[in-house]
């Protein structure tokens, strides 16, 4: 069992491409799952996430306050920037405007610890940034897609901020709390998570798919090209950012891969919660889920590679 969830958490790029490309081919299968069922799903990714984590995690924030000031101004002015020009150069209708916007407002997504970790990254740093970002995700996320997106749709500002409470952090919190109260059992939940949260996140994004599979094959090509370099400007910008600071490589190789990797399940949840007259808001959040999975795989082979290269 524990090889078997190995394999999946290893290989959760392919898992969701598999997911996604399933449920592009066959979306009637998953019609009757409601898409609302993606908050419930995110919630128990984040649960995980919190059993994962401690207190001691976030000694980093005191301890290293430079780079995580630099690695959180980084993530909430490049991704949502980013969303915002890239929406107004493809001139994206409202809804396709809306998700992408969402996804550059979210916090670093999970994810990201794995694959800093594959690219021989700063990991502690890359844990802090999910970790302080996630905080300040309730205030941050909302404020800034009303900043950018408010012209042009209403935005729920405290609406949002209680959704992401609800769907993120109080799930965190639980997760904390029965890691202090029961660390032997979440010992030895620890060789299954990688992979519940993998299994998560493909079912999420086949599910976002499934219920807009026409539209999206209708004219979704421009949406893929966006989403696709939105992660990919991200991911370099944050590693220009890290070497125009002379930061060290491990510590660029962070800030890069946070800053490109976003919570885009969180921000489909909060298009699927917030923006139901917009329906496809939903897509780019989930079409993001599958290609930074990818695209998070291959830079950390590159990284690696480029590693063995310079040791020879």
Same mark, same amino acid.
Do not use: Q
């Given at each position: 069992m524990k090889t078997l969830c190995y394999y999946i958490s290893k290989y959760m790029a392919v898992?969701?491409?598999? +997911?996604?490309?399933?449920?592009?081919?066959?979306?009637? @299968?998953?019609?009757?799952?409601?898409?609302?069922?993606? =908050?419930?799903?995110l919630g128990m990714v984040m649960f995980g996430m919190g059993l994962?984590?401690?207190?001691?995690?976030?000694?980093i924030v005191f301890s290293r306050p430079k780079d995580m000031i630099i690695g959180c101004l980084a993530q909430f002015t490049v991704m949502p920037l980013l969303a915002w020009g890239l929406a107004k150069a493809f001139q994206l209708d409202e809804a396709l405007a809306l998700g992408v916007v969402l996804v550059g407002c979210c916090p670093g997504g999970t994810a990201s610890n794995v694959i800093t970790y594959l690219a021989k990254g700063d990991i502690a740093l890359s844990v802090g940034m999910t970790g302080v970002s996630t905080l300040l995700a309730p205030l941050l996320t909302p404020l800034l897609t009303w900043a950018l997106a408010g012209e042009r749709i209403q935005v729920d500002v405290?609406?949002?901020?209680?959704?992401?409470?609800? @769907?993120?952090?109080?799930?965190?919190a639980m997760g904390l709390l029965i890691k202090s109260l029961w660390p032997k059992f979440t010992e030895k939940a620890m060789d299954y998570l990688p992979a519940f949260s993998s299994v998560a996140i493909a079912f999420t994004v086949s599910i976002i798919?499934?219920? =807009?599979?026409?539209?999206?094959l209708a004219g979704g090509m421009?949406?893929? @090209? @966006?989403?696709?370099?939105? =992660?990919?400007? +991200?991911? +370099?910008?944050?590693?220009?950012?890290g070497r125009l600071?002379?930061? +060290?490589?491990p510590k660029i190789r962070a800030i890069s891969i946070e800053v490109g990797m976003q919570n885009s399940g969180l921000a489909s949840a909060l298009a699927t919660l917030h923006f139901a007259a917009y329906p496809m808001a939903t897509i780019p959040g989930a079409i993001f889920g599958v290609w930074h999975n990818i695209s998070g795989a291959i830079i950390a082979w590159f990284f690696r590679r480029k590693? =063995?290269?310079e040791t020879k």
């Open positions: 898992l969701v491409l598999a +997911g996604a490309l399933l449920s592009l081919a066959f979306p009637r @299968v998953l019609e009757p799952i409601p898409t609302k069922a993606i =908050n419930y799903l994962t984590l401690n207190l001691h995690d976030f000694k405290l609406g949002m901020l209680l959704s992401i409470l609800w @769907v993120v952090i109080l799930p965190i798919i499934s219920a =807009n599979a026409s539209k999206l421009m949406i893929i @090209v @966006v989403v696709m370099l939105h =992660n990919i400007f +991200g991911l +370099g910008i944050g590693y220009l950012i600071l002379r930061l +060290g490589e590693d =063995n290269i």
